[in-house]
């Protein structure tokens, strides 16, 4: 389990996250006018509307020498609007309160953005292209999990959650903004009710309690180290509340006060929607204008991707951030995965690939072994994969669903997995000869990667492809079992020499023996 | 070899492309003032300009009750301009000249477009967001092959070339605008000299007489019922004449050159370049500016693509009509294959998947066996794929490089596949629940075709999947063996009835024998 420490470097871990989690509203961290680089400042303005307050315009001006930042507030009740910022650089900010609202309008002040504390690296970005790394270079390689409705539960369940991630290799978690109609929930609702039925809501009206829990999830995770993937929309309403059908001028309300409320959370990624492709009642157009609207009002930038059933939308588009694919045939093989980074040149996140689980569903009934391929082949291709299963872990449901705890075979193998990428140099895992069977991720003239899959050869012949190789180069060989999570280094070297126009071999030392058992793969490094 | 009498049917053949390849500059097709719907009419215009005659502007306009269309005009040498035009409706057009030079300009007469001939079914384009049809609605299968040089070989060696043709199930041909640097080719270049250097060019000077030939090669293929691929640039100079790194202007005037002369001409296809990322001297707005000056300049809109080496050109741009890919290792798994499409929504056209032949470079040396399979596997996943081999056919070269004569394997059998593949409903093949490894091609209750490729199954288990069935559909069966080209029909029909939630089978008849040799296919017809 070597390399899955992170919780403990951190020196954060599950009580900070715990105590986000039953906290109240959330508060600038520290002193109120002192916030770490990449912290969350909060103003919080008191006042008194005439009409709606959630109809209020009111925008923080952050100024730090020549740089200015505008970071839009929101209304969260008894009479109390809130703008949040996280300080890109340290030193002294000021900020000005512009409102339509007199009681706020000008109302103004001070923060003195810290050195980042223990754990704080910033919030993630892409990196070179295909990866990711947090805004101090230190390198982000995702390993998410999904558990929709992890966020609608109640107290107790949320605290199990965030104990299981705190004790999992999970990186990212991806979760619903509204609930999930076929999934338990508390009965708390994003907006006022407008009458007796089901979908009945006045959609001028957020309520704050609702919110101010994603709040805390969103927090407790950036205690944990976790990514937050908030999921704007999905389609799983089953025809009870509608939120999968609101007016365009309701969905863009709800994504200027989400990311008004979230954006300065330094964990958090914006996932336009889950399965997009099955809200029939919205068409590209209506995904276009959401994201940019997002990609305009988020004074942060955060990534921005969407998830897709059976039709991919346009990640060519500039205001993706990276693929967020749900395709479990495509890591099945790596030569598939490839092509998606091919097409796009963006980072490549297979946010679905089928679950871990018993269902009778094929799209939830993967064994441990082929979850953990998904991941292998992921990333000899270069491209990172995420997790869930569907095993039930209570008479209520399974981690997909709604959290708790995991009881599949994969989770402690992603640890084992997480170890080998994350010991790969910066950015991360290349392709190696792509689109010519080598099966092999790494950087080319330093690390090769040969994962088999369920093949379960009793050889391999080490032929290392030539690019970045001219003879002399000494490499040592390690014999890894994905499953059984050990790693075996070979006594000596293997020194390349070429061996025809396209590899380089070891000539007195040809082949490596396996153990014809499945799920292996051979690592070689250079000395 | 059913399905493969396209020459016959069509009453042109040989004879008339061979007058083509002959002819001197092409003429209006019939009585100058009559030409069939999509033929190729020319207005030849004499004129004495006082400068370069390559200078002056010339512009046709068309006018059909309220239809107008502006066709540019190019200077052929010897004095004469000439302003060519396909008609894309039949009956009286008028036509002006525009020009810049006096002589020129204002000059007008009259056509008359007839009903289309035997064997003209008008320019293909794109149909059903992955396919291709005709303009008369005929669908187009493409079933593409690639000669780079066989436009720059001897009169002799084309007639060969379009012999070879001819006999072929071929439908498309590839084929460079400018010279190979390692291939043999006619001393004729495309521009005039302006010194001694091989490089010594006047890039403001054409030599009619190079893409006079060019005229003649596409007349023959027209003739023959094959699309030309025409590929403006490629990286293959060698370092010799410099057409790989011409400044822009010199590009952006060559491609407005050979658009005036080819467009009108219904089989043109535009192929912006072979390998263009391998064209070092170019950048991606180089191509983007390209691609967009074709599509302003073409007033007959032909398809539009790009091929490339190691990186994929954005398809996504809406001036890419198809994709052209070369990945050989795409169309080695049809899983692979339909990526493409998924990512796009474009017809993929896999147009260089490696070669047949004999060659050490692992680019040119696929077995027939191999060669064929690319064809299978691109079909069942929806897309197309093209052919050539690297087998020499003379001491010259091979067919890829020279044209010439077909020596391998696999042409005989893609006449075969092009039965199948034409005996299937418009618009095609269609990938059959993707992702899934059903591997399964066709039309969702209609049509199913499963290619083992290098499998050798003794039997396969006739489940289909759900989508379009309802039970008590008849279905018949072909074992079709793709390498020896044979289809057997089962006896009997196969009535579908559910099996599981995910498919349908017949309880009484629940597999099909197969041979336990590879190549094997199997066809499941609807009755």
Request: charged share 25%.
């Amino acid at each position: 389990m070597q390399g899955f420490h992170r919780r403990d470097v951190m020196g954060l871990g599950l009580a900070a996250a715990a105590a986000a989690l039953t906290a109240g509203p959330a508060r600038a961290q520290g002193a109120p006018d002192s916030v770490e680089r990449w912290g969350l400042f909060e103003a919080a303005l008191s006042g008194r509307a005439p009409g709606n307050p959630f109809d209020v315009t009111v925008t923080g001006v952050f100024t730090h020498g020549g740089r200015t930042i505008e970071a839009p507030g929101f209304y969260d009740g008894e009479g109390v609007w809130r703008v949040r910022f996280s300080p890109p650089e340290e030193g002294s900010w000021t900020w000005t309160i512009r409102s339509d609202l007199a009681d706020l309008d000008g109302r103004s002040g001070a923060l003195r953005a810290t050195a980042p504390g223990q754990g704080n690296h910033g919030p993630v970005a892409v990196a070179d292209t295909f990866h990711f790394a947090h805004a101090d270079g230190t390198p982000y390689r995702p390993l998410g999990t999904t558990s929709y409705g992890w966020t609608h539960q109640g107290e107790a369940q949320r605290l199990r959650t965030l104990e299981t991630l705190a004790a999992s290799p999970f990186n990212k978690i991806r979760m619903l903004v509204f609930p999930n109609g076929s999934i338990p929930h508390e009965p708390l609702f994003p907006f006022e009710k407008s009458g007796p039925g089901e979908a009945d809501w006045d959609f001028t009206r957020f309520n704050p309690a609702y919110f101010q829990r994603l709040d805390q999830q969103v927090a407790a995770l950036m205690a944990l180290g976790v990514q937050a993937d908030v999921i704007l929309f999905h389609p799983y309403d089953e025809d009870r509340w509608g939120f999968d059908r609101m007016p365009a001028e309701v969905d863009d309300r709800v994504i200027r006060h989400v990311v008004a409320r979230l954006s300065a959370y330094r964990n958090v990624w914006w996932s336009m929607a889950n399965e997009f492709d099955i809200l029939e009642h919205k068409t590209d157009a209506d995904w276009d204008r959401m994201f940019q609207l997002v990609r305009d009002v988020d004074p942060h930038g955060r990534l921005r991707s969407i998830h897709n059933w059976r039709r991919i939308y346009d990640n060519s588009h500039p205001w993706v951030t990276h693929a967020s694919i749900q395709n479990g045939s495509a890591v099945v093989d790596d030569a598939r995965a490839v092509i998606y980074r091919d097409v796009w040149y963006k980072p490549v996140v297979f946010d679905e690939v089928r679950y871990e689980g018993t269902m009778e569903d094929r799209w939830g009934n993967l064994t441990g072994q082929e979850m953990t391929r998904a991941f292998w082949e992921g990333l000899i291709a270069g491209t990172y994969v995420g997790h869930s299963e569907t095993t039930p872990n209570s008479d209520a449901g399974f981690w997909l669903g709604i959290g708790g705890t995991l009881v599949g075979e994969s989770p402690a193998r992603l640890a084992f997995f997480k170890g080998v990428m994350d010991a790969a140099p910066a950015p991360g895992y290349e392709p190696i000869d792509k689109w010519w069977e080598q099966h092999l991720g790494g950087k080319l003239g330093r690390l090769y990667l040969r994962y088999f899959g369920e093949d379960a050869p009793t050889e391999w012949t080490v032929d290392l492809p030539r690019d970045e190789l001219e003879g002399g180069e000494r490499f040592e060989v390690d014999v890894i079992d994905t499953w059984a999570m050990t790693i075996d280094t070979l006594p000596g070297v293997f020194t390349m020499a070429r061996k025809d126009r396209y590899f380089f071999h070891d000539p007195a030392r040809l082949t490596v023996s396996l153990p014809g058992r499945p799920w292996m793969a051979v690592r070689v490094r250079r000395v």
